[in-house]
């Protein structure tokens, strides 16, 4: 037996996760949407003309997953491809403008399940949870959070 406190950390995040992660599948469903493509919008939204690697890599998923998704948005109308700019092996995907808008209802039904999901605590207390998780994941995916300017300052990332 060891002395480790349970629930752990990891526990903990992965219940987390799994919980918001759920309830965010569910209502991006009314929007024909699915988290993998929720993900490629908002970050085609924040940061135009990333690859559909890079949004895997950021994402936490699968290239062949996340491409997938791509073409979903692709054939929707919702994301649009063009030649990246010195590179012929890659494709820089850039949100359309209906594509802003489902991305702008799929942030605001997100920012609404994460607002429920933490209504009992004060703004101090969810100010201090954003804080770490936020330190935590900067920490073990930093480029899960890069956006803009930041993300072309990342160690070994090419830009468009």
């Keep these: 037996m060891t002395d480790t406190v349970f629930p752990t950390i990891g526990y903990l995040a992965w219940q987390l996760s ?11 469903r009314a929007l024909d949407l699915t988290l993998a493509q929720y993900n490629a919008l908002l970050h085609t939204v924040r940061t135009p003309g990333l690859s559909s ?15 997938a998704a791509v073409n979903q948005l692709i054939g929707r109308g919702l994301l649009r491809r063009e030649p990246h700019p010195t590179s ?3 494709m820089c995907l850039f949100a359309t403008e209906k594509g ?12 609404r399940i994460t607002a429920e999901a933490t209504s009992h605590f004060s703004p101090a207390d969810n100010t201090t949870l954003r804080r770490l998780l936020y330190r935590l994941v900067e920490e073990l995916n930093p480029d899960s959070l890069a956006t803009g300017a930041r993300a072309e300052a990342l160690p070994g990332r090419e830009r468009p």
């Design 18 to 28: 799994r919980n918001l992660a759920g309830r965010l599948e569910r209502e991006l």
């Design 100 to 111: 802003h808008a489902a991305a702008t209802h799929a942030d605001a039904v997100a920012g």
């Design 53 to 67: 690697a890079d949004i895997a890599r950021r994402s936490g998923i699968t290239a062949q997953s996340m491409g």
């Design 88 to 90: 012929r092996r890659n």
